[in-house]
């Protein structure tokens, strides 16, 4: 089967005999799940959404409501829920949370606050989405229902970074970031589901990108964050390496000296990504993150290009280049690199040579010392270290 759609898909022809429908019949099945979406699913969720604020939520968020959590939490008295089930938590008598199977039953008013917070955000009413998961949010913890309780800090946190409003970075400290964590230690800690750990991270990574400027900064950091817990395979930490260096690639910058950019780190986690594909042995894949990082290390790059200091990083570099090169079988594909390299090399030594240099707006003998002197009253610059000095000084370091 899977054959046969790949030859479908690369049958060029208009003339094939595919498993297609006709242009009619597509436009009418668009025509008639738009309709029963608009006409039918969308009113009917609304209206629930109506009936349930009304008949449930509303009573929880007035001054009544909370004197009634506070009797429910630290009187065996206080009850204005439904009656609880005979196998319901032993730590809490008025809860409806079933401790045995792990669930609410449908008919308990939290079970129909979750419906309620979830279609609101499925109809985009995100103050109304964001407001009843609060609310659950405290439902759960008395209850001690932990799963659930991971659950609606995740969509709490999804919320927010969904909604069209902006988000300040101490906002996000503050609230974002805690409802994130409170979800991923729930679900590793307390429940034991690693996946849903990873998915509700996931996602706030990718919503985090979206959002841009000092965002991707924080989605970086859950991406590393992901990697660290050790969410994923060999595969998924390749796979968030790559995705660490794309939140740090987003940061262009201002200014002529593009301040607040953050190519070193891109590359940085490129060359994770590199070295973890290698040891997976998809070369491809390898290659790919090789060139983004010789874009920004190497003097290859046609704009902005950056000099390594370090021999060290240099030094990897290019076994890294012969190594995707060997398992490739291509060793042409780096030439532009080295090429360049060089020329890069001989101009540097060229310049080097040179005992002065003329200053704009001064005489012709004008030298480096006098211009140094011009732009450093003071004397405090630092003297330049010849080439030799400078490499003994890395190779110390790196030692």
Not at 60 to 71: E, M, S, V, W, Y
Not at 96 to 102: I, T
Not at 181 to 195: G, Q, W
Request: contains cysteine.
């Amino acid at each position: 089967m899977l054959r046969g759609l790949i030859t479908t898909e690369n049958f060029e022809t208009s003339e094939d005999a595919g498993p297609w429908v006709f242009e009619s019949d597509a436009a009418s099945i668009r025509n008639f799940v738009r309709e029963m979406v608009t006409q039918s699913i969308v009113p009917l969720m609304e209206r629930m959404c109506a009936q349930w604020n009304d008949q449930v939520a509303s009573r929880r968020r007035g001054l009544t409501g909370r004197f009634n959590n506070i009797a429910k939490k630290w009187s065996p008295f206080g009850s204005s829920r439904t009656a609880s089930s005979p196998l319901g938590n032993p730590n809490n008598p008025n809860s409806n949370y079933d401790f045995l199977q792990g669930f609410y039953r449908p008919d308990a008013p939290e079970a129909i606050m979750r419906k309620l917070a979830d279609y609101a955000y499925m109809l985009r009413d995100f103050k109304l989405a964001q407001s009843t998961y609060e609310l659950l949010r405290t439902d759960y913890s008395n209850d001690k229902a932990w799963k659930h309780y991971a659950g609606v800090n995740e969509m709490a946190a999804l919320t927010m970074l969904i909604s069209p409003q902006s988000l300040s970075a101490r906002v996000r400290a503050d609230t974002v970031d805690q409802l994130l964590e409170a979800a991923s230690y729930s679900y590793l800690a307390r429940s034991m589901s690693p996946y849903y750990a990873l998915r509700a991270l996931a996602i706030a990574v990718e919503l985090l990108l979206l959002r841009g400027g000092s965002s991707a900064d924080d989605g970086a950091r859950w991406a590393c964050r992901i990697t660290e817990l050790d969410l994923t395979g060999p595969f998924g930490s390749a796979l968030f390496a790559e995705r660490v260096s794309a939140a740090y690639a987003t940061r262009k910058g201002v200014g002529s000296k593009r301040w607040g950019a953050r190519p070193r780190k891109s590359a940085l986690w490129s060359v994770f990504a590199t070295e973890a594909w290698l040891r997976l042995d998809k070369p491809r894949q390898a290659e790919k993150n090789l060139k983004e990082v010789l874009k920004v290390y190497d003097i290859s790059s046609k704009t902005e290009p950056e000099a390594i200091g370090f021999q060290g990083m240099r030094i990897m570099l290019e076994d890294l280049k012969d190594t995707v090169a060997m398992k490739t079988g291509d060793g042409d594909q780096f030439a532009e690199f080295d090429h360049a390299l060089a020329e890069k090399l001989s101009s540097t030594h060229l310049q080097a040579e040179q005992p002065e240099m003329e200053v704009l707006g001064r005489g012709p003998g004008a030298t480096e010392a006098s211009a140094a002197g011009a732009t450093d009253p003071l004397g405090v610059g630092l003297m330049p270290r010849d080439h030799g000095e400078e490499d003994d000084l890395h190779e110390e370091v790196l030692s």
